[in-house]
Structures are given as C-alpha cells and as structure tokens.
C-alpha cells in the first residue's frame, strides 16, 4: 500500500507540490472553468457534465441566489430578478448602459454616478456582486475537482477593457474570495490555447466575437514571449446584436408595437436566436411568434447581420495597422467566441484575412483553456515555461487640461507595467490647489473620452501663473490597473489615488457586499480575513525558503543568512497561533529584512540574462 | 539592479546612436522573461512589487532606445545637453518652407483625385526625410556638435508630427 504524505501541521507544503490553479473565462454570456491536469487544459463540468455555465444569476428571497441554468430557465418567468449578461454593465454608469440601445427589462437602483444597481428580491445587486456570484461558483466547481483551496485563478477580460472595466472584474474576484494570479486578455488566451507559443516567430490575429463585445488583437510572438501590438474593437458589438436585429426585423414584419414586456422580449430573443444558429446550417427557416408567422432565409438575414460585421472588419483594420504590420504578415487567424459559429462571420473574416482562420478548438472553450494554461505557469507549476505575456494598455490615458481637452500622458498600445510622468503649471496667479481629472481615450475633448477619477492637488505655495511645477506621474500595472499620483516640485507636495474609477466601487462598499455575501455562507467575514492572512504568510514562507535555498549562501553573509532564517521560522510561528492582525505585521516585518536580498536576486537575475553579450560589446 | 544605469547600460550597448535594433529586442525579452512580474505571480507581494518597480524601467528603456527620435533626445539628456523640445523653434527657412509646402500639399489630399496614392507618396517623402535628419544628428552627435544635434531634434519633431497627421488622414479617407 503506498503511504500517504502528510506534512507537519503549519509547514507550507513542500516546494514542488502542485498548486491548485484554474483559469477563468468569465463571458457575458456563459463562463467555463478549465485547469491542466497531467499536461492537458481541459474545462471543468459540473455534476451532470455540462462544462458552460450561463452567466446568468437569479436572486430570491431569503433563499441563496441561483447561479447558471436553473437561472437561466427562470429569465422568462421572473425577469427582473434574473439576471442577464451582467458583463456589459461593469465599470459602466448608467447612461453608457442606456446607450448599448438594447431594452433591459430591469429596474435600476437610484442613481448616484456610479455604477448602477439592479433592484432585486434580495435588495439592490452591483454588476460587481452579480459577477461574484457566478466566479464562486465556477471557483467552487474548480475548489471539488482539485480537491482543495485553490492557490490561484487567472481571470480573462477582453482586451478592449478599459481601466473602470478591469478594476471591476477585480473586485468582483475579491468578493468571491479569489486570489487573482492575473487579469488575462481573453485574445491572447486564446493563442495560448493553440499553442502558437510554440511556434518561433510570427504575427497572429485574434477574431473574437462574443455574445456581447468584439475584440480583434494583433499578437507578435518570438522565442516564447508574447507581445501584444495593438488592440482594438467593439465593446458593444457581439451575437447578441445578432438576435436584437433579427427581433427587431421579426417586430416589423408582425407590426407589433415597440413596447413589449420583459417576458415577450426574452421569447423573442430566444426565438430569434434560434433562427440565427439555424441558418448556419439550412437556407431558411420558419418563424412562429404569437399570431405571426413568417420566413427568414440566410440571404437576408446576412443583409441584417452585414452592417454588424462590417463594423468589426473596420476594427481588424485599424488595429493592422496600429501594430505597424500589413495583412500579408499574418500567419494565422483565430476564431474565439460562439458568434464566430455564424457561417457569415466566417466568410467574411476569411474573405478579409484571405485565409482560412482557425477553428478546431471549441470557440467557446478557447479561451479559457488557454487561462487555464498560463494559471498553470503562473502558479508555478512549470519553472521550465519559457512563456511570458506582454500586454498593452487598450486605450490611452491622460489629463484635462484648460479648455476640456484631454492632454494623454501614456499612449495607447504601450506595453505594461509603466510609468510616466508629465509636468504641468498654474493657470492663475495665486492658484494653491489643482484639480487632476483623469481620463481615458482617443478623442481630443474631455467630453468624447471616458472620466476615470478626479482628485485634488492642496497646498501649492501662491506664486504667478505658470510659475509651479506640478509633476503628475501614471504608474499601470501587470494587470493593467492604474495609479496616478501629483507632486508640486519645489514644496514636495504630494497627492494621489490607486484610481478608483468613477463607476468602481469604494473599499466601504465592498466590505459590505463582502458581509452580504456571508448571509448565506458557512463562513464569517474575520475567519476569511485569518485565512487570507495564512495563505499570504505561506506564500512569502515558500519564496523566501525557495530562495534562501537557491541563492542563500552565494548572495548572504552567514550573519544575515541566519536572520532571514530566524525570520522564516517566526513567521512560521506567527502563521500557526497568531491572529490576523499579528500575521499581518509579521509579514511586514519579513519583507523589510528581506527586501535586501531580494534586490540582490533581481540583479543576479538580470546579469544572467544578459551574460554573454556585456564585455564584448562594451569594448567595441 | 541598478536604476541608475542608464538605458545603453542596462542593455549592455555602447552610448552611441546607431544601435543594433533586433539584438535590442532580443535582450529587451530575455530580461522581461527574468523580471516580468508575472514570474513573482505566486510569490509574497513584495517580490511581485520589486518586479514591478524593474520591468517597468525595463520598458521605459527599451522605448527609449528603440524609437529613434527618442534615443536622439535620451543621448543629449545624457550628455548634459538641455533641451525643451515643445518649445523649442527652428530659423531654418528653408527647412520652414518644405514643411509648409508639405503641409498645404497635405490639406489637399482629400480633393485629390487619388488621395490614396497621394497620400503613400507624402508618406514616402516623410519618410525619407526623418531618415535623412536622423542622419545628419549622427554626424553632429558623433563630432560632439551638441548645438546641432538639438536642431536636428527639433526638427525631427516637426516631421513627426507630419507624419501623425498624414496617418490620422489615411484612417478617416480609407474609412478604418
């Protein structure tokens, strides 16, 4: 009989123990959950072996909320307490969500600029607790198939997500008590997923048409490093325009009046949906809604859906050409998202490309089989991978300047993590405070880009216009995730905020949406807050002891060699009796000793990357 | 490592202006393999920062090095050389009244009879002329003539600028 392991109690687990870690395709229409398991990606089914889960949430009183298919069949029954595609309204207000054109039947909470709620059963639900639900149950389908907590997820966002977009699908992870190993571009999963890492050199265009976003990327690849060279899209372009133009062709062809019920909507849509997946196979279908009947045929419903693709092809276009690469350079195209099952998509983006894109992994699947492969890297599973992922930031980023026009500090398509700094003055003399209004977007006026927060700038010494300086500095990083922070030169005055976008969430809120959350959970807000402080003090246990091991006795004197290690075993200590609070303070204690030495890896690190070029090269 | 290195030497290159840009690319990714945050993804938060603070310098300097215009400008930065380049302003009148010339030539594309081509042979001669500034700094910089390296740079901006707009052009009359 083979011996079980087990290790001593408080011990982190031996360095190469797998860790437990999924990615996560968090889709506006259905979500899956994927992780590898001896080498191969595959998602994760629930109970009865479907592996989609509709990313559709109900909520009932005094009774947990439903989450995916039984949700999903209740959407005609009770539509305003089920929730749809949520996805497009985070990091949104209000009037952008008015403006996706579409009838929502829900009711909206009072609005108050941010982000807005959805009246429910259960009280007002952000788009950011609706997410939550459905990440924890896809965490939790992940937590029973690996058989334990996970360490971490990989979460994919379209590349397109601005800054308000990405913060909220990171607060969302955090109500869901997921530890975030990073926010991925659904694209570039994608590629991962194909294996086209694999190959050596060469430029790949991903098509990505969902139920309710498009995005196009151009990816350049060599060597195993991915980079990103220009995204672009529609965040209000996906299949789910399909069906509202097919509803709304079937509506003036009935001649029924525009002001349908929430119910009639969702069975129009569905009946409208069908005929489209139908006709990727027939010539024509019959339609049947109440009294109407009628025929749709595939010819006109590409007139219907032409305008729709056509909007997309003019976004490959432009991001060709931002990526400073011409059409011919692309050595694959590949297809993601279920729209890309319409046979008229395909056409097209094969007329486009002029070649055949690729399709034989599940377009649905794609990407978060690919999340579920770059989680695996990420985690540390495979130290040998020799895959990294450069992204870019999607839209440029800048400040308001006199006048409503928006000066841009860092460009878009610039690669992440970066910082850069702009210098701006006073406009009147006298002038001791600056308003910092930070924008995102193309556009020259303030009013064309997006607003993603304001803060303010006191205590500038009075002096004549023009005379301050005032230095303003963006910091983005891996993740994309933005802090902007302002310093008056000559006094060191300084301000600044992690942005918080001005459709994000504040720390109050989601502290109670946290304590919401637990209404129907076993556990409680200070037991997550202990746990959440172990894992960290394993983690930083596990690197330090790893590094000590590897680079220890080369980079440390015995002295300090044995204070690190007398700091690990406290720590170790800390982790097994300590409260929350304790852990905390001794993981900063930790990190201040070892800051040092971390600092001395870096540069080992750096000089063995470039061993070998160096001294030659510096002679010549 | 060291953020006080500057650019060249982070690279490991000489300080000078003509560099050899796909071996700069091949170490620029060697090294974001080796401190890229993503590989302290799973390590204590402090490492993960530090990785941060590198590949963020990483990236500045191989932006600097790799745009032409911007190692010209980085070089003088490093010679000590002071320069303003929103404000700075060229008296050569001749280079003056190309860029006008070209400028009106600009404004009338779109009332060309094929703009299209019009506008790939504007590119052209943009083109030819950012090359052939870049270089005229590389001899100045190269005899140390500092004062006529910022002139190049200045106006190496102005044509820069050109070129933008030329692309702005190309997007809306090819309807992107």
Redesign the interface.
């Known amino acids: 009989m083979a011996l079980l392991q087990i290790s001593e109690p408080g011990l982190s687990p031996a360095p190469h123990q797998r860790k437990r870690a999924v990615g996560i395709d968090l889709g506006t229409t259905n979500s899956l959950v994927a992780t590898v398991r001896s080498g191969d990606a595959l998602t994760l089914p629930d109970e009865s072996g479907e592996a989609m889960l509709p990313s559709v949430v109900r909520y009932r009183a005094g009774d947990a909320p439903q989450v995916g298919r039984d949700a999903k069949a209740m959407a005609a029954e009770d539509p305003l307490n089920t929730l749809l595609s949520v996805k497009r309204f985070m990091g949104r207000g209000l009037g952008d969500i008015k403006m996706l054109g579409t009838q929502l039947p829900y009711e909206f909470g009072p609005e108050d600029g941010g982000m807005p709620f959805i009246k429910t059963v259960q009280g007002l639900k952000s788009p950011v607790e609706v997410s939550a639900d459905i990440l924890r149950t896809l965490a939790q389908r992940g937590k029973e198939s690996l058989g334990g907590e996970l360490d971490g997820a990989v979460i994919t966002v379209p590349a397109y997500f601005d800054e308000a977009q990405r913060q909220a699908t990171k607060d969302a992870a955090r109500l869901a008590d997921i530890n975030v190993l990073r926010l991925l571009n659904e694209p570039t999963a994608a590629a991962v997923a194909y294996g086209l890492d694999k190959a050596e050199e060469g430029v790949i265009a991903i098509y990505d048409l969902g139920g309710g976003t498009f995005d196009i990327s151009v990816l350049r690849l060599s060597r195993g490093v991915f980079e990103v060279l220009a995204t672009g899209g529609d965040s209000a372009l996906g299949g789910d325009d399909f069906d509202h133009a097919i509803a709304e062709w079937i509506i003036a062809e009935a001649d029924l009046s525009e002001q349908l019920s929430p119910s009639e909507q969702r069975t129009l849509l569905a009946i409208s949906c069908h005929a489209k997946e139908q006709l990727s196979v027939e010539t024509s279908v019959a339609l049947k809604y109440g009294q109407w009947q009628g025929e749709l045929n595939r010819q006109q419903l590409n007139e219907l859906m032409d305008p729709l693709i056509e909007r997309s092809i003019r976004a490959c276009k432009r991001a060709i050409r931002d990526a400073g690469v011409s059409l011919d350079q692309i050595q694959n195209v590949v297809m993601v998202g279920g729209s890309t099952r319409t046979l008229r998509v395909r056409e097209r983006v094969e007329a486009f490309f002029s070649q055949a894109p690729l399709l034989t992994i599940d377009p649905d699947r794609v990407v978060a089989i690919g999340a579920a492969l770059q989680a695996d890297i990420l985690a540390g599973n495979k130290p040998d991978s020799d895959l990294l992922l450069l992204d870019v930031i999607p839209l440029s980023l800048g400040l308001e300047t006199m006048g409503g026009l928006v000066e841009k500090v860092i460009a878009r398509n610039t690669t992440i993590p970066v910082a850069k700094a702009q210098e701006f003055t006073t406009f009147k003399d006298g002038q001791t405070a600056m308003a910092i209004h930070v924008l995102q977007g193309e556009r020259e006026l303030v009013d064309d880009c997006r607003s993603l927060s304001r803060f303010e700038l006191r205590g500038i010494p009075a002096m004549v216009a023009g005379a301050a300086h005032i230095r303003v500095t963006f910091q983005v990083d891996a993740d994309g995730l933005l802090t902007v922070s302002a310093q008056e030169k000559s006094t060191g005055i300084e301000s600044g905020v992690t942005v918080k976008p001005s459709y994000g969430l504040d720390d109050g809120t989601i502290t109670r949406m946290l304590k919401d959350s637990y209404a129907f959970a076993k556990e409680d807000m200070s037991s997550r807050s202990l746990r959440e402080q172990q894992v960290e003090a394993e983690r930083v246990i596990e690197a330090l002891v790893a590094a000590l091991a590897a680079d220890g006795e080369a980079l440390l004197s015995a002295a300090e060699f044995s204070t690190l290690q007398a700091a690990v075993d406290s720590l170790r200590q800390c982790h097994n009796v300590g409260t929350a609070d304790e852990i905390t303070a001794e993981i900063e204690r930790v990190g201040q000793l070892s800051e040092h030495f971390a600092a001395l890896r870096m540069d080992v690190n750096i000089k063995k990357a470039l061993a070998g070029h160096n001294l030659d090269e510096l002679d010549k | 490592?060291?953020i006080s290195k500057n650019y060249f030497q982070l690279?490991?290159?000489?300080v000078q202006f003509s560099i050899d840009e796909p071996e700069l690319?091949k170490?620029y990714?060697?090294?974001?393999?080796?401190?890229?945050?993503?590989?302290f993804?799973?390590?204590?938060?402090?490492?993960k920062r530090?990785?941060?603070q590198?590949?963020?310098y990483v990236?500045?300097a191989?932006?600097g090095l790799m745009v032409p215009l911007a190692r010209a400008e980085y070089l003088l930065v490093l010679a000590g050389v002071e320069m303003d380049p929103q404000n700075e302003t060229t008296n050569d009148g001749l280079f003056l009244m190309q860029q006008m010339e070209l400028r009106e030539a600009l404004a009338e594309v779109p009332s060309h009879e094929n703009p299209e081509a019009a506008l790939d042979e504007m590119s052209a001669q943009v083109k030819q002329s950012i090359e052939l500034l870049l270089q005229e700094y590389e001899t100045a910089y190269n005899a140390g003539l500092f004062d006529q390296c910022k002139a190049s740079v200045t106006k190496l901006h102005f044509v820069t600028k050109l070129s933008r707009e030329i692309?702005k052009l190309?997007?809306q009359i090819?309807?992107?």
């Open positions: 490592m060291d690279f490991g290159f000489p690319s170490r990714r060697e090294l974001q393999k080796d401190i890229h945050p993503d590989r993804a799973g390590k204590g938060d402090r490492e530090l990785a941060e590198f590949s963020t990236n500045e191989y932006q692309e190309e997007a090819l309807d992107y």
